[in-house]
């Protein structure tokens, strides 16, 4: 007897546990029938795994936070047995704004700070010159890349909220929105960045472990009270998802896997590009640049998989710092409780990888301690609500 299951997912590199695992069998080896439906917009997926139209979904690990806290919709509380990814973002902007950057940086144009710096040098110009704020888009307000740009920003002495525009943009319509200078830089996850790149309409500026070394993505999500009342089906599903990146993180595989999610149901990009995205070997500029980080997609090495509650705690903890919410060691509780590794380690047993490094190592600020969240925030000169 089969499980069947209806699982959403958006078109990034990050759903390929989701998609090796149907496409190679492994989720029907572990008696799961899933249909896989490819969506859109984030707020699509979240609706319909709210409501029930969807068993699981491939998520933005800040969206499962927040509809368990009930930000900026109904409170639908959600778990998360299975991180999807780590990093694999990119800060990408368009040809005019790398060159304006460059021009400004002091010291190594892969630093971010430098970066950042240049960045308010820049803003600064274009502000005594009269000239209309930059435009930056990110993929959802409760989003990784939304936190990665202001944090990166902030750093320089940029504003966020005064000193340019965030809009928010479906991950397939960066490259189009970029291209037709509705905006001049973008945050989002691979393939899109390396897209704009090889339509020489945008540079890779910064890979979002520039930023933070080891940041929670995408999760898989789970209504809590499905997962109660389901819990064989999540087990298998993890087991399942499991098996997929141990697949994924063998290097011989990477080919048929490219091609698996090359399938215009899929991700419907280049399978060269989706395989550049896995090897974390990127064209970061038109004229041919690259640049390797084998730390620029985890999707299953150095215990990806495993959700860690302190990757939750700094997610929340960004929410509090650009007002999204406020502090409490309630909702801080509530917002671990998201991320499942118990869940995880049930469903694997032996298997199960538990000695993780939690620290996030983010290029600039203290080492983050959720047990301190007041002071961690109180130490930057960027924030829309004290703590």
């Known amino acids: 007897m089969t499980t069947p299951l209806h699982i959403g997912f958006i078109p990034l590199v990050d759903a390929a546990a989701l998609i090796v695992a149907v496409d190679r069998g492994f989720a029907a080896a572990e008696g799961l029938e899933i249909t896989l439906v490819r969506e859109v917009s984030w707020s699509n997926v979240r609706d319909k795994l709210n409501i029930g139209l969807f068993d699981a979904a491939h998520l933005l690990a800040p969206v499962a936070i927040a509809s368990t806290l009930g ?17 694999g973002n990119a800060i990408t902007v368009s040809a005019a704004l790398h060159e304006a950057i460059m021009a400004e940086v002091e010291g190594d144009r892969f630093d971010p700070m430098a970066t950042a710096l240049a960045l308010a040098r820049v803003v600064a110009k274009r502000r005594k010159a009269g000239a209309e704020s930059l435009t930056f888009a990110m993929t959802f307000p409760f989003s990784t890349h939304n936190y990665q740009l ?24 960066m490259v189009e929105s970029l291209k037709s200078g509705h905006v001049d830089g973008f945050c ?32 898989l999500a789970i209504r809590q009270s499905w997962s109660e009342k389901n819990p064989v089906a999540v087990a298998a599903l993890v087991r399942a998802a499991q098996r997929a990146v141990d697949f994924i993180e063998q290097a011989s595989n990477r080919a048929e896997v490219a091609r698996l999610m090359a399938q215009p149901d899929r991700i419907g990009v280049d399978a060269e590009v989706i395989q550049r995205t896995l090897d974390g070997r990127l064209k970061i500029s038109p004229d041919g640049t690259t640049r390797e980080s084998s730390r620029y997609l985890l999707v299953g090495k150095e215990g990806a998989a495993r959700p860690d509650p302190v990757q939750a705690a700094w997610l929340y903890a960004q929410m509090v710092r650009w007002e999204q919410t406020s502090l409490s060691p309630e909702a801080l509780a509530t917002a671990m409780a998201v991320f499942r590794p118990d869940l995880y380690d ?3 047993g032996a298997e199960a990888v538990k000695a993780i490094d939690s620290a996030l190592g983010a290029f600039t600020g203290p080492t983050f301690d959720p047990a301190d969240i007041g002071g961690y925030l109180a130490s930057f000169g960027i924030l829309r609500r004290q703590p």
């Not at 919709?73 to 047995?81: F, G, S, T």
């Not at 920003?153 to 397939?172: F, K, Q, S």
């Open 188 to 219: 989002v996850g691979a393939p899109w960045n390396s897209i704009a790149v090889d339509q020489a309409v945008g540079h890779i500026l910064h890979f979002a472990s520039d930023i933070l070394a080891r940041g929670a993505e995408k999760g």
């Open 150 to 173: 202001r944090f990166w920003m902030a750093a320089g002495g940029v504003d966020p909220d005064e000193d340019v525009r965030l809009v928010v943009l479906p991950p397939p319509y």
């Open 346 to 348: 049930g469903a694997l």
């Open 71 to 87: 930000l900026g919709h109904v409170r639908v509380p959600i778990v998360v047995p299975f991180n999807l990814g780590i990093n």
